[in-house]
């Protein structure tokens, strides 16, 4: 089992980003990891580094649900090297993010990672066209600065200033999420 849980690994680190148009990542923690917390959260460090050469990147669709649940790397640092990767992805035209891990009867979502999205919607303000989001109603965590506090509001007004926004979507339980009274502050 040790080996099959390092090839999802080994194989990101054997992709070539710099030719990529389009990344969909998504990895979900089967019974061959044996430190799923660990091997999720590398398997995603190096999709992030990759990422930062993506240089032709057009699509980028990424599941963090599954690793999310494990948000104990809930540290600025995996946020911001992911943040700073994504925003060198000059050419990005669509984007897709499931930021969604059902917990105990409820739906969360990562704060960190919501956050990690801001400067690629401001870098990218005159070139991205699509933007989904599916989130879950309530974080995993609770924020653990200021900028983590108003990371949905900021997300939400970045995407409301992207000059060339042809299709949105945002996905989220409109009786149980305070996300939809965010947007609409953020829309105002």
């Known amino acids: 089992t040790k080996i099959k849980s390092s090839l999802a690994i080994e194989a990101i680190t054997k992709v070539h980003f ?3 148009k389009r990344i969909e ?5 089967g019974k061959t990891f044996t430190n799923r917390e660990g091997e999720l959260r590398d398997a995603f ?5 990759g ?3 993506a240089t032709e990147l057009e699509e980028f669709y990424i599941d963090c649900g599954h690793f999310m649940k494990f948000d104990t790397f809930n540290s600025k640092m995996v946020y911001e090297v992911f943040a700073t990767s994504l ?13 969604h891990y059902q917990q105990g009867g409820q739906s969360r979502y990562s704060i960190g990672f919501l ?11 005159l070139t991205l066209e699509e933007v989904t989001l599916l989130i ?4 995993m965590k609770a924020p653990i600065t200021k900028a983590y506090e108003t990371a949905a ?6 995407i409301l200033k992207l000059q060339r926004l042809r299709d949105l979507s945002l996905q989220f339980n409109l009786e149980s999420s305070p996300l939809l009274n965010i947007f609409i502050q953020a829309s105002q």
């Open 51 to 53: 990422l930062g050469t």
């Open 115 to 125: 956050h990690s999205l801001i400067a690629m919607m401001k870098e990218r303000v």
């Open 136 to 139: 879950g109603n309530r974080p």
């Open 45 to 49: 460090v190096y999709m992030t580094m």
């Open 18 to 20: 710099p030719s990529l």
């Open 25 to 29: 990542f998504r990895l979900s923690p």
């Open 87 to 99: 925003a060198s992805c000059k050419k990005l035209k669509k984007i897709k993010i499931f930021n």
């Open 153 to 158: 509001y900021d997300l939400f007004m970045a």
